[in-house]
């Protein structure tokens, strides 16, 4: 599967930014779907997760009740929306997916596949 991100820039403290995820050529109805992000001098680190049917997902601390997984119905895409956004979310944002099983793992080496990233840059 190979997974496209978008969706990412620059934008003040305060805004926001709506990423998505998309699987080239195939629906992603069969896995379940992570994002993480990694900054400059820091390890990657889980941000949200969604299970195959969209009825489970789970959230970093650091990103609960700002930011929101979801997927379309037709399970074509995933997009993060994230709001009220911080210069501590500057990273860059990969979506991750596995095929489905039970559970919404938070850990990258629960996933088998990646996207490129895309940059989110949050100024103060």
């Known amino acids: 599967v190979q997974l496209q991100a978008s969706g990412g820039g620059s934008v003040q403290a305060g805004g926001s930014l709506r990423l998505s995820c998309a699987a080239s050529?195939?629906?992603?109805?069969?896995?379940?779907m992570a994002w993480f992000r990694q900054a400059p001098g820091k390890e990657r680190e889980f941000v949200a997760a969604i299970d195959w049917s969209g009825g489970t997902n789970a959230y970093a601390d650091s990103v609960k009740g700002r930011f929101t997984i979801s997927r379309d119905s037709a399970k074509i895409t995933v997009s993060l929306q994230m709001n009220i956004l911080k210069p501590e979310d500057t990273a860059v944002y990969s979506c991750?997916?596995?095929?489905?099983?039970?559970?919404?793992?938070?850990?990258?080496?629960?996933?088998?596949?990646w996207g490129q990233g895309t940059q989110v840059t949050v100024s103060s």
């Open positions: 991750a997916a596995r095929s489905k099983r039970p559970g919404v793992p938070l850990r990258a080496k629960d996933y088998d596949y």
């Open positions: 050529g195939r629906t992603l109805a069969i896995y379940d």
